[in-house]
């Protein structure tokens, strides 16, 4: 009886490591590619998917059109409302300790986020103001395989100049936070939408497979210390 509660307790805490090593990983997954090959990643942090294309530099209004026009077929399921990554607008104020609205170590933008908190990479300038500090830049891409160490345009209006139109954008070179005028700076875009894509079947049916797997082996070890 105890050999048999003891195999039970081992398969289970077995099945424990398993789902538990599946979950426990970085919070960007890769949820595969549409039918123009580009991957879809998505930010459970955030609860918002970004679509791995980078498009070549244009004006602001240019690419806020180009995002709201994208129409992903993922899986037969047609995506069609994307945008650019969002900024937190205020007053412009530059600093390093990633508090203020401008400058380095800022997460609460979503390309912020993205360069800092998911990919874990570091601004020109550290949290002290030491610049630059060992091992700046865009060092780290995840799965994506598209993004690039360049300016992005974000989808927030910079409402604090009265005199041009600007716009938030994300220096992913440094890893610093700005603004450029939307009718004079040409500069990249990336596109994100809300929430999760629905998964294609194949990777999940290959986890449950060699999840299965692996818990039968298991099994199959325990028969045999009992004979």
């Not at 990919?119 to 993004?147: E, V």
């Not at 220096?171 to 005028?181: A, E, F, I, K």
Request: net charge negative; charged share 15%; hydrophobic share 35%.
């Amino acid at each position: 009886m105890k050999r048999r509660r003891s195999g039970r307790f081992i398969v289970s805490l077995f099945a424990v490591f398993i789902i538990s090593t599946l979950s426990a990983h970085a919070e960007l997954f890769n949820r595969g590619t549409d039918t123009q090959g580009y991957q879809l990643i998505y930010d459970d942090d955030l609860n918002i998917t970004w679509y791995d294309y980078t498009k070549d530099n244009d004006f602001w209004q240019n690419q806020v059109n180009w995002a709201a026009g994208l129409d992903v077929d993922f899986g037969g399921t047609h995506y069609t409302d994307w945008r650019l990554p969002s900024t937190v607008d205020g007053s412009f104020v530059f600093g390093s300790n990633g508090t203020t609205t401008a400058g380095y170590n800022i997460t609460n933008s979503e390309m912020g986020h993205l360069y800092y908190t998911e990919l874990g990479n570091k601004g020109y300038w550290a949290t002290d103001g030491t610049h630059p500090q060992l091992g700046w830049g865009l060092t780290n891409k995840g799965d994506f395989q598209h993004l690039i160490a360049d300016i992005y345009w974000s989808g927030t209006e910079y409402s604090y100049y009265t005199s041009t139109d600007n716009a938030w954008v994300f220096n992913s070179y440094y890893g610093v936070q700005s603004t450029g005028d939307e009718t004079l700076h040409s500069l990249y875009a990336l596109a994100v939408r809300p929430g999760d894509v629905t998964v294609v079947p194949e990777p999940v049916s290959s986890m449950l497979f060699l999840t299965g797997g692996s818990l039968l082996v298991c099994r199959r070890y325990l028969v045999r210390s009992k004979a």
